[in-house]
């Protein structure tokens, strides 16, 4: 393929004018001084009478350095590769984070569920490239804490400030469930996700999960539940002993795992039960290998280019230095 040059910025060439402008200005200016032959430069001449004839020099230097100056803010460039499509491609994800004060109990040791869970999200949220991701979160009620986005950031600086405590205690997870499909409903991406993480069944909220669950499958939308922790009795704060350090008590807490299986076999998704840190960051890494990719946003056709603006920039610098130089030493003007 031909190396052709194009231009970025073809309006940037309209200030090659000022280089024959800078060019007359100059050398009016220098009509009106005599110059000076600097005593420490002239031992360096072969013809001492040289920069006598040369007052020019720095008004051609300052005119070449516009010129090379306005080609570089035209942003002249040589294509290396043709024209090609391209397509950002992504998933989109809302995930739906049980923080219920049941997630305090520490059967995840030596951290408790909810901050085992924020690490194992966090690092999903890391992982991620093109998905936009969303966070929902419950316990009595449910809560957009973060709608779809790709600023990852900002995502988990929310999910940092998550804790347990800060809504009316409970687990409604048909609340949470329609909450997360209401962000996902406008979604044109193909493949649309809620990752439902909770650690008990559902006890509150006036939504039943079963309705938000098909509520999901008409939207098609597919939801992949995670069940955090196990039944039976956990250990569970209390409060402090009296050395200051949390106290703990075997406590019950009930789940139901029949009810996050039938969740995921309406949606097309599927149930996980994570006892552990790594159960849990296997349960998410399962998920993604199942999900299809789709396409969020559509790129247009793109070239790669060789840019030339340095090219031209760095002479246009060092003229206008050079005359700078000239002008204050060999070609001094007398006052």
Sequence with gaps: MSETV???????????????????LQLVKGRHGAVLRHPAALP?????????????LPAACYALAVTFAAVALAEPR????????????????????????SMLAADFQPKDRISVAKDVIDDFIQSRTNDRVGLVVFAGEAYTQCPLTLDYAMLRRILADVRCGVIEDGTAIGNALATAVNRLRESDAKSKVILLITDGGNNAGNIAPEQAADIAKQYGIKVYTI???????????????????????????DVNPDLLKQIAKTTGGKM?????????QNSF????????????????????????????LLPGV???????????????PLP
């Design 285 to 312: 890494r399962d998920v993604l290998d199942r999900l299809q990719k789709s396409k969020i946003i559509e790129g247009a056709r793109y070239a790669r280019y060789r840019e030339l603006f340095r090219a031209w």
């Design 44 to 56: 360096l001449l072969k013809r001492r009478g040289f920069w006598a004839g040369a007052t020019w």
């Design 272 to 280: 996980y039960v994570a006892t552990d840190k790594a159960s849990l």
């Design 6 to 24: 194009q231009l970025a910025h073809p309006w940037a060439l309209l200030l090659l004018a000022a280089g024959p402008l800078v060019l007359r």
């Design 78 to 101: 040589v294509r290396t590769s043709a024209a090609e499509d391209v397509t950002v491609q992504g998933i989109d994800i809302v995930i739906a984070f049980d923080i219920s004060t």
């Design 227 to 253: 069940l955090v922790g196990k039944g039976g009795k956990v250990p569970y704060p209390v409060g402090k002993n009296l050395f200051g350090r949390p106290a703990y008590q075997m406590v019950d807490i």
């Design 318 to 332: 060092l003229l206008a230095l050079l005359g700078l130089l000239l002008q204050a030493t060999v070609l001094r």
